[in-house]
């Protein structure tokens, strides 16, 4: 069994928003996989999907807990079902990264990231699988207001084209492994052109 746990804040008011980015993602694979509907699960303080996928179960799982406390709903879903820490994904948005730009890594720090954090803590291990996806740098002190904003009009097609690839990334992961996911979509904008 695996589980893929895509990083947001609940709640109509987030909904499109950059830091929503990992909640759009998951949605596209269950769309994608036609996973049953997710549903609330208080037991992991998270709507939660299943699919049967290339033969072993996917989790699919979006917190509840909104984003710094994102660890809660992670760690309580990984350890009732007993994963090992290999058989979690997390996707969520990265400041760092240009608008639309990937990162797939297999550990690491949270690179002050609150939610990745928050689930590095509870796993009490920084080794934990991630895709990132740029969502743009701008001046700290506007940094709240960045995140929880919208795209901008001309950032559209570049983010939605993102969203396609981080779910293609985390199909790759479920197949292949994080190294064959790194390798193939670990490239900056200059490389594809």
């Excluded at 997390?90 to 639309?100: A, E, K, N």
Aim: charged share 25%; with cysteine.
């Amino acid at each position: 069994m695996k589980l893929i746990a895509g990083l947001g804040n609940p709640g109509r008011q987030y909904a499109d928003s950059r830091h929503n980015v990992g909640f759009v993602v998951v949605d596209e694979l269950a769309r994608r996989w036609r996973s049953d509907a997710p549903r609330f699960e208080a037991r992991v303080q998270g709507e939660l999907g299943r699919v049967e996928r290339g033969g072993q179960s996917v989790l699919l799982l979006k917190p509840m807990t909104y984003m710094n406390l994102s660890g809660q709903s992670v760690s309580a879903a990984w350890r009732y079902y007993k994963l090992a820490q290999t058989d979690v994904l997390v996707i969520y948005d990265d400041l760092d990264l240009p608008v639309g730009q990937l990162r797939v890594r297999a550990g690491g720090s949270a690179g002050g990231h609150k939610g990745l954090a928050d689930i590095l803590r509870h796993f009490g291990s920084e080794q934990v699988a991630r895709i990132r996806i740029g969502i743009g740098k701008v001046d700290r002190t506007a940094t709240v207001e960045h995140v929880l904003g919208r795209f901008a009009p001309d950032e559209r097609d570049t983010i939605q084209a993102a969203l396609g690839q981080a779910a293609d990334a985390a199909e790759c992961w479920l197949a292949e492994g994080i190294d064959a996911a790194m390798n193939r979509f670990n490239r900056r904008k200059s490389d594809e052109g």
